[in-house]
């Protein structure tokens, strides 16, 4: 009886062990668990940014959280907010986990940051490894587009608001090449628009 538990313990701990090392991203110290109801659009499928006046089309079984989205605006430095795109499923998960830390699984993230008028948009991305860099267009704006290398691979675009704002970072991690996440994120950058 006592071999068979620790058996049945040593097997738990193993497939904990794999669990958390391939399918979930590490939480960073400034983030947390989102405590609180997910805004979700009236408008089934398209979420509008009250605070930022962008809106974009998202997939159903999807959920938008911004949470962090209120933070009040002097409380803010250079990186202004970021809201975040789940499935359904993933958001569910992580909601039932709330307090016991560990990390997220692959979600799409809209990160807004004060903008810099001289950094050029290249200088946006971070210390990740990259590749594939080219010019592309977002809502009418020049954009950055690449992929990024970390615990996940990442598609990723960097563009400015047209009056110079902000610059926003649209990034959806993935673990396969075919995920739903990557169609989910190709939607989100493809029908974002500003609404000026």
């Given at each position: ?91 569910e998960t992580i909601q039932n986990q709330v307090g016991s830390g560990g990390e997220y699984p692959p979600n799409i993230t809209i990160s807004l940051y004060q903008n810099v008028p001289e950094k050029d948009l290249s ?74």
């Amino acid at each position: 009886m006592d071999k068979n538990q620790d058996s049945l313990k040593f097997i738990f701990l193993l497939g904990l062990l794999f669990f958390s090392s391939v399918s979930c991203n590490q939480l960073s110290p400034s983030q947390s668990l989102p405590t609180k109801a997910p805004s979700i659009s009236t408008e089934a499928n398209r979420y509008l940014s009250p605070n930022y006046n962008f809106q974009f089309r998202y997939p159903q079984g999807y959920i938008i959280d911004t949470t962090e989205e209120n933070i009040p605006a002097n409380q803010r430095d250079v990186f202004l907010n970021i809201i975040e795109i789940w499935a359904k499923s993933d958001y569910e998960t992580i909601q039932n986990q709330v307090g016991s830390g560990g990390e997220y699984p692959p979600n799409i993230t809209i990160s807004l940051y004060q903008n810099v008028p001289e950094k050029d948009l290249s200088a946006w991305k971070g210390d990740l490894p990259t590749r594939e860099e080219r010019l592309t267009n977002v809502a009418g704006q020049e954009a950055l587009a690449y992929k990024g290398t970390g615990l996940y691979e990442s598609d990723n675009v960097i563009f400015r608001h047209p009056q110079d704002k902000y610059v926003i970072q649209i990034s959806g991690t993935y673990l396969e090449q075919e995920s739903p996440l990557r169609q989910a994120f190709r939607q989100i950058v493809s029908s974002f628009e500003f609404k000026l």
